[in-house]
T-cell receptor
Framework: DARVTQTPRDKVTEMGQEVTMRCQPILGHNTVFWYRQTMKQGLELLAYFRNRAPLDDSGMPKDRFSAEMPDATLATLKIQPSEPRDSAVYFC???????????????FGPGTRLLVL | GQSLEQPSEVTAVEGAIVQINCTYQTSGFYGLSWYQQHDGGAPTFLSYNALDGLEETGRFSSFLSRSDSYGYLLLQELQMKDSASYFCASGAGSYQLTFGKGTKLSVIP
């Protein structure tokens, strides 16, 4: 049963430290998404890739966040330096197009729960 | 931009039927999707409507009216395990999804 995997599952860090989150998409999926979820803002799209190329990262604070996909089996999201307001659950999802004109059905990983003190 | 509105909370009795509505405003529209998320879990895909009408998958059905910019998720024969948050989502482009804030469904005995 193919699944998206994310590491770490939980991360507690101090303000100012670098945080790196990793995601392994489902083999064969050509789109990868990064989301942030908080009680206040809900599920927000940070960035997404198609065939490893970044298509849109307009939802991401560029001064501290960066997203990369060094190969087809690994996507990373980095925060440097981290701040308390970055505390959230970060989800990675990989996608597969549904039908010829359909949207991509997204398969979410279990998330990384980040707490910045 | 994209904007989706759905009720924040709904409570229903086990065995009953519940409908969760979603209205949207989009510049460009690529259909309406529904996702389920249990507390502490990840969103999981439930259904997708590209065209007007009803899509049925077991106890769950989803409806779309593009002329009314409206859709709903219908859950029948409610079970306790259906207690979760349900998100509608629409695509500005075929890859990108914007999610609503979610509806927390509580199923009571």
């Amino acid at each position: 049963d193919a699944r998206v995997t994310q590491t770490p599952r939980d991360k507690v860090t101090e303000m100012g430290q670098e945080v790196t989150m990793r995601c392994q998409p489902i083999l064969g999926h050509n789109t990868v998404f990064w989301y942030r979820q908080t009680m206040k803002q809900g599920l927000e799209l940070l960035a997404y890739f198609r065939n490893r190329a970044p298509l849109d990262d307009s939802g991401m604070p560029k001064d501290r966040f960066s997203a990369e996909m060094p190969d087809a089996t690994l996507a990373t999201l980095k925060i440097q330096p981290s701040e308390p307001r970055d505390s959230a659950v970060y989800f990675c999802a990989s996608g597969l197009r549904t039908g010829l004109a359909g949207v991509v059905t997204q398969y979410f990983g279990p998330g990384t729960r980040l707490l910045v003190l | 931009g994209q904007s989706l509105e759905q009720p924040s909370e709904v409570t229903a009795v086990e065995g009953a039927i519940v409908q969760i509505n979603c209205t949207y405003q989009t510049s460009g529209f690529y259909g309406l999707s529904w996702y389920q998320q249990h507390d502490g879990g990840a969103p999981t895909f439930l259904s997708y409507n590209a065209l007007d009408g009803l899509e049925e998958t077991g106890r769950f059905s989803s409806f779309l009216s593009r002329s009314d910019s409206y859709g709903y998720l219908l859950l029948q024969e409610l079970q306790m395990k259906d207690s979760a948050s349900y998100f509608c989502a629409s695509g500005a482009g075929s890859y990108q999804l914007t999610f609503g804030k979610g509806t927390k469904l509580s199923v009571i005995p």
